[in-house]
């Protein structure tokens, strides 16, 4: 692995860009691609909203404890075993995912896992500071990205997919491989950072750590963000348009999801999304070199609000059609549910439930299959005898009706396998589009912090960036579910994310002379 230049990575600068590597398989399984579309198939119709709220509480409680955190960081020592603790709970609460079917407990510890993951990441961003320099730094960060994306689209992920392809997207054994896989690799290759990166610049330790000290610090540096106009501008600008950023990752395969989209085809069109984004990463710091830092962000800021209005008008020009088939199929489920709700089961709940679950896997393929319910798999030592033989005589009733409901209601279900084709095509668009700017944005915005910020106080200061970009993606998230539930329409939530974006691109506009100040300004003093 070696610089653009020809000139090697130090053993610290590779061990650091390691850590983006080992954890951006959690990025990739649990935060947009495949965990999203497990956790809205059991929560059900709601899931894509309970995701959003879910992912806001959790960059809420990050954000709020960052610059907190940052400032106890800044101590002697205190890097690295801050770093240690927030990527473990992580690791550990990943993993708890896969031990339950219910979609709470999935959902609170999908919170307590991205908490890991944030807090750990706000301290990988301070220690940028002390493994390379000012001159290397925006190739340093754009390769931390650009393995990142390797580390996450590559082997992991693409096992994880041919596993859930070879057993069955709904397989659980899959599912819970998925989830356990980004445990054991996140964790195995943090080992080169715990080894051989350390804090160099640092504030002298007391001899007792306050919470006092601690939040005088934190008022310290916010007061020298406002005094500072070229850094209040970045950190605003930054707050806008990464909360755009951080809301395309977590709710594009829950927005997809909820608008029929076949999960398997999403999945692949994010891989080529992490394909894509690896050498972009890296070609976006030489644009930044090239045309300058401000410029290159205004121009991925200018792609993330076209990619909005494609997102948007893949659910808007879909859903019409994706209400017609849905009203004409709750008329045949309630027929159906009355066929076999008289069949006298002797556990009737137990029946039922299996029934209910068969029939919604059952609309999820009915436009897709001759067979909607496909392969009828019964754990027979979960029912009687006779409850079996009632439970597959009711099943062959449910599978004649739908094909029956084909039958009769092929002009709504051919329009909405139509929108359904066109909106994947849409989506594979954005995948690309998506793919172009993704890492280079967030690579560029972390490595021009760095060379805005004073070294000794790098993690203060990025706990302060970290706040303003964890409280954007508590916005987004929220806004989504929000306007999406007060409109009836996901489509609508996806298209107010474009505002963000704007007003990120209007602040760096208007930034230009402050910016080139400070980062003169930091570069004689440091």
């Not at 080894?195 to 919470?211: A, G, L, T």
């Not at 069109?269 to 394909?275: G, K, P």
């Not at 302060?464 to 929000?482: E, Q, R």
């Amino acid at each position: 692995m070696t610089e653009l230049s020809g000139r090697r990575f130090t053993k610290e600068e590779r061990s650091w860009i390691m850590y983006d590597w080992a954890n951006s398989i959690y990025a990739t399984n649990i935060m947009a691609a495949i965990f999203p579309t497990i956790f809205v198939a059991f929560a059900g119709d709601q899931g894509d909203l309970w995701w959003g709220y879910g992912t806001s509480f959790a960059t809420l409680i990050i954000a709020i404890l960052a610059p907190l955190l940052g400032s106890i960081a800044d101590y002697q020592g205190m890097k690295k075993k801050m770093f240690t603790a927030f990527m473990l709970l992580g690791v550990i609460a990943t993993a708890l995912i896969a031990l339950t079917n219910d979609w709470r407990f999935m959902l609170v510890a999908y919170v307590v896992s991205k908490i890991g993951f944030s807090g750990s990441n706000l301290f990988y961003d301070g220690f940028l500071t002390d493994v390379t320099t000012n001159e290397r730094m925006d190739k340093v960060s754009s390769w931390g990205y650009a393995m990142g994306y390797i580390g996450g689209s590559t082997i992991p992920f693409v096992i994880s997919i041919a596993v859930l392809l070879a057993l069955g997207y709904s397989s659980p054994i899959a599912q819970k491989f998925s989830i356990l896989i980004t445990s054991v690799w996140w964790l195995v290759f943090s080992i080169p950072f715990l080894k051989n990166v350390e804090q160099k610049h640092y504030i002298e330790r007391p001899e007792k750590i306050s919470f006092r000290h601690a939040f005088d610090n934190v008022l310290k540096t916010a007061g020298d963000i406002v005094k500072s106009r070229g850094m209040l501008l970045f950190i605003l600008a930054y707050f806008f348009y990464i909360d755009g950023v951080g809301t395309v990752i977590s709710i594009s395969t829950a927005y997809g999801a909820a608008l029929g989209l076949g999960a398997t085809g999403m999945i692949l069109a994010l891989l080529v999304t992490q394909i894509v984004a690896m050498p972009c990463s890296i070609l976006f710091a030489w644009l930044a070199r090239r045309i300058s830092t401000r410029k290159a962000l205004l121009l991925a800021i200018a792609v993330y609000m076209f990619i909005c209005l494609v997102g948007f008008y893949m659910g808007f020009s879909l859903e019409p059609h994706q209400d017609a088939y849905n009203e004409a199929y709750a008329q045949e489920q309630s027929v159906i549910q009355e066929s076999y709700d008289g069949y006298a089961f002797e556990d009737s709940k137990a029946a039922h439930t299996f029934l209910d679950n068969l029939l919604t896997s059952a609309k999820r393929n009915l436009t897709a299959q001759k067979n909607p319910i496909g392969d009828l798999s019964i754990d027979e030592n979960a029912f009687s005898p006779a409850d079996l033989t009632l439970i597959k005589q009711a099943s062959e009733d449910i599978n004649t009706r739908l094909l029956t409901f084909n039958e009769k209601q092929h002009s709504i279900i051919s329009r909405y396998r139509g929108a359904i084709n066109f909106s994947t095509i849409l989506f594979w668009c954005m995948a690309v589009l998506v793919g172009t700017v993704q890492g280079g944005i967030q690579a560029v915005s972390r490595s021009y912090f760095g060379k805005l910020v004073p070294k000794k106080r790098s993690n203060e200061y990025f706990g302060f960036f970290d706040i303003f970009g964890k409280f954007a993606t508590v916005v987004g998230p929220f806004l989504y579910a929000l306007i999406g539930g007060l409109t009836g329409r996901s489509s609508f939530g996806a298209l107010c994310l474009m505002l963000l974006f704007l007003a990120g691109f209007v602040i760096l506009i208007a930034a230009r002379k402050p910016l080139d100040d400070l980062e003169a300004q930091r570069a004689v003093q440091d």
